[in-house]
Every structure is written in C-alpha cells, then in structure tokens.
T-cell receptor, first 113, second 114 residues
C-alpha cells in the first residue's frame, strides 16, 4: 500500500545552522506534498507545500525540494532559531475521487542554543 | 473566520464503552478528515468526508466510524473501546474544491481509555 518514510526521527542542530528532513513516498501518482509543523501541545500547521509540477519552492528560511523520479522530497530550514523546535510531518497526497493523504512518522527537531 | 473546533477536548472512558467525537470545520470547508495521533505512530489517517460522503478510509477496524452532516460538521464514533485507542484524535478541514488544499487542524480530543 501507499507509504511515506521520513528521516531522521530526531534531529538536533545548533542555532543558526541548517536542518534537513527527508521523505520518500511509494505511490508515483502522488502530486501534492505538504509539510506540517506541530509545536508541543499544539495542532499541526502547514508551513510549506509543493505540487508535482514544481521542483523547488522557497519561503524565507524554509525550502522544499521534490525529486519525482526518485520519489523523494526534503524540507530545508536555514539559519535555525529556537522557535523552529517542533515536530515536523511530511505528507504525500494523490488527488482523485478517493484521495488519501499519507503522513510520515514525524521528525522531532531540537535547536540547541 | 473561526478555526476548526473539536468537542470535547478531553475524554476518559473505560474499556468496552463507546465514544462520539465532534468536529466543526471552518465555514465553507466541505472536506473533513480524521486522524489518530499517538507518540509512536505519528498521524494515522482514519477517514475523510466530503459533502456528507465518506470519500476514503484508512486502515482501522470497523469499530471506528464517522459521518458528516449537511452543514459539514462531522462526528466520529469508536465502539467497544480498547486500551490501545487512547490517543489524540485530530480532525482537519479543507476547501478541496478544485485542487488539493491546505488542511486546517482542530485542537484535538484527547481520549484516555482505562
């Protein structure tokens, strides 16, 4: 069945350094790839998304890249700050009349001061 | 615009009981999805409703069911509760009119089964 693998499960980086989280998906028909951030005790919130017709998207310190051939996509956070500490979830979605979104297992990112 | 709301926020039940959780989507959103979140399993998709029809279902037993009303509000029901059903249950709504869209999550209902 469809599957999304996310790595690493935990990540600790020095404040100011970059963080990269990677996801691979199994269904080649997936065409929408959102990333959600969940701070402790709060609900997940969309931080960036990319559609299959685009290879890269950037929003200030956050960027996402997509490699459709290899079926993987990555989240890049530059100049990390303490408020970036959270759990990040990637997801893959195939739009159809019976669409289903599959989430990765999450990455707990900690920013060391 | 008010966000997604869920009631109740916390619930304690015992094994064998049943429970009903409620979700009110953002006004105008017709798609409502439900997820189970546990520390070890991340976000597991339960089902999605669109215009009162279940459009997709995850890999959960038949004890988990849901429905959506004409005003897009949704309920999910879990019967014959098991200890392993203890989790945070999140619902999310989206416009889903033409293309894939951002999902807006509610605060969740934390269910504890004793």
């Amino acid at each position: 069945g469809e599957n999304v693998e996310q790595h690493p499960s935990t990540l600790s980086v020095q404040e100011g350094d970059s963080a990269v989280i990677k996801c691979t998906y199994s269904d080649s028909a997936s065409n929408y790839f959102p990333w959600y951030k969940q701070e402790l005790g709060k609900r997940p919130q969309l931080i960036i998304d990319i559609r299959s017709n685009v290879g890269e998207k950037k929003d200030q310190r956050i960027a996402v890249t997509l490699n459709k051939t290899a079926k993987h996509f990555s989240l890049h956070i530059t100049e990390t700050q303490p408020e970036d500490s959270a759990v990040y979830f990637c997801a893959a979605h195939k739009y159809s009349s019976a669409s289903k979104i599959i989430f990765g297992s999450g990455t707990r990112l900690s920013i060391r001061p | 615009k008010a966000g997604v709301t869920q009631t109740p926020r916390y619930l304690i039940k015992t094994r064998g009981q049943q429970v009903t959780l409620s979700c009110s989507p953002i006004s105008g959103h017709r798609s409502v999805s439900w997820y189970q979140q546990t520390p070890g399993q991340g976000l597991q998709f339960l089902f999605e409703y669109f215009s009162e029809t279940q459009r997709n279902k995850g890999n959960f037993p038949g004890r988990f069911s849901g429905r959506q009303f004409s005003n897009s509000r949704s309920e999910m029901n879990v019967s014959t509760l098991e200890l392993g059903d203890s989790a945070l249950y999140l619902c999310a709504s989206s416009l889903e009119e033409v293309a894939l869209d951002e999902q807006f999550f509610g605060p969740g209902t934390r269910l504890t089964v004793l």
